[in-house]
Nanobody, 115 residues
Framework: QVQLVESGGGLVQPGGSLRLSCTTSRSIFNTYAMGWYRRAPGKQRELVAVFMSGGSINSADSVKGRFTLSRDNANNTVYLQMDSLKPEDTAIYYC?????????WGQGTQVTVSS
């Protein structure tokens, strides 16, 4: 089975930072497109930042300049460094692994941005 293990969520004040981590198996990490989505209360799940083919990054306009997607190939881990957090970033963040015919999700990690 596919496991995507997320960590790093929590409560932070506006302007603060968090780093989310998602670790999976080597086979998944090396063959699936990986990244992060989020679901805010009462809203649909939306793309945050994902690695595209060739290593390019597709990210939401709302997070450009504030969030940084990266990966640690040795540890089969993708990171989402979130800086300058805003209350509207409050959501459950989900790690995603995707390729044709397959789409897997982590359990989600809560990020709450509030003073």
């Amino acid at each position: 089975q596919v496991q995507l293990v997320e960590s790093g969520g929590g409560l932070v004040q506006p302007g603060g930072s968090l780093r989310l981590s998602c670790t999976t198996s080597r086979s998944i990490f090396n063959t699936y497109a990986m990244g992060w989505y989020r679901r805010a209360p009462g809203k649909q799940r939306e793309l945050v930042a994902v690695f595209m083919s060739g290593g390019s990054i597709n990210s939401a306009d709302s997070v450009k300049g504030r969030f940084t997607l990266s990966r640690d190939n040795a540890n089969n881990t993708v990171y989402l460094q979130m800086d300058s957090l805003k209350p509207e970033d409050t959501a459950i963040y989900y790690c995603n692994a995707k390729r044709w015919g397959e789409n897997y999700w982590g359990q989600g990690t809560q990020v709450t941005v509030s003073s």
